[in-house]
């Protein structure tokens, strides 16, 4: 296991204290990163696989039809963005 500090900078490069800001500034960026790729996908593929989608269902129980919304892309980008967030 290899700390983000280490292959980005070096290993004896920084601080202790320095390593800790880098490996959370790695952290944070990688993160949002992954979460920017998750809400472009949903926004390019899926738009109704934005939000929970509670609501769509509940407007679906009550006799409205949503194509598109229990359809295989809303699937796909819905799981896949899950990986991508959690």
């Known amino acids: 296991w290899r700390e983000m500090a280490e292959m980005w900078v070096g290993e004896e490069a920084l601080s202790p204290n320095g390593k800790e800001w880098v490996n959370f500034a ?15 996908l949903c926004l390019t593929f899926a738009p109704y696989a934005c939000g929970s989608g509670i609501a769509e269902i509940k407007v679906m129980l009550g006799g409205f039809v949503i194509k598109k919304l229990l359809g295989a892309w809303t699937l796909v980008i819905k799981s896949l963005g899950l990986a991508l967030v959690v």
């Open 26 to 40: 790695g952290y944070t960026c990688v993160s949002m990163l992954l979460t920017t790729l998750a809400s472009w």
